[in-house]
């Protein structure tokens, strides 16, 4: 398995193709994953995060942390814990500032974050949303996918309290170990019977 810097068209592609979102980032940090066979699967993304204060809880300042935004894969990938692993270690070796990575599950799809157990990411909170989801052309949309739309159409929409997230630490500077550990919390798992993400699965987050 290779990564290697994405281009803005790999972006592009493998986010409104491979990506429940359909939405691409402003700003990230990409790499492109190919299999043993030479074949792309898709690309892994990391960005500054939604909020300048995404840190604050850590002591961390902008730069000092990334969020993992975007795992937008085609399912070719022999392991997406190993495309994951890859990527931690060139974002870094790539960006020596940063000494913590953020990302979330989001339980609206029944994600459980099984990706981030399988690498040994810290689950540290689970939390509920105040947006909503709307039901656009078959499927649950976020709301900032539409927000093309004026606020009128979307009234004319069947609409849903949008679900929270599951939050995962991984530290990049031992410093910070303790502090994870300290917020850490059991896995969270899918119960019997309830269909979810699996490790190598292209929507594995």
């Keep these: 398995m290779r990564l290697e810097i994405a281009s803005k068209k790999a972006v592009q592609y493998a986010c409104i193709n ?24 898709g690309v892994i993304l990391f960005g500054g995060g939604a909020s300048a204060n995404m ?14 935004t975007r795992m937008a894969l085609n399912g070719k990938q022999e392991s997406t814990s190993k495309a994951m692993s890859i990527a931690i270690k ?13 990302s979330y599950a989001d339980k609206g799809q029944n994600h459980y974050g099984t990706i981030y157990q399988a690498t040994n ?5 689970e939390n509920e949303s105040s947006g909503k989801d709307y039901f656009y052309k078959g499927k649950w949309r976020h709301d900032r996918t539409l927000n093309e739309y004026p606020k009128e159409f979307l009234k004319t929409l069947k609409a849903r309290k949008r679900s929270g997230k599951r939050k995962y630490l991984y530290p990049l500077d031992k410093s910070l170990i303790p502090m994870c550990k300290q917020l850490s ?3 969270p798992k899918k119960e019997s019977g309830e269909v979810g993400s699996n490790a190598n699965s292209k929507l594995d987050v």
């Design 121 to 125: 990411w810290y689950f540290v909170d």
């Design 90 to 102: 060139l974002i870094k070796k790539k960006n020596p500032t940063v000494k913590l990575l953020i």
């Design 185 to 187: 919390k059991p896995y």
């Design 55 to 68: 840190g604050k809880p850590y002591k961390l300042n902008y730069g000092q942390y990334l969020e993992l």
């Design 18 to 41: 491979f990506h429940y979102s359909k939405v691409v980032p402003a700003q990230y940090i990409g790499f492109s994953i190919f299999n043993s066979k030479k074949e792309w699967c």
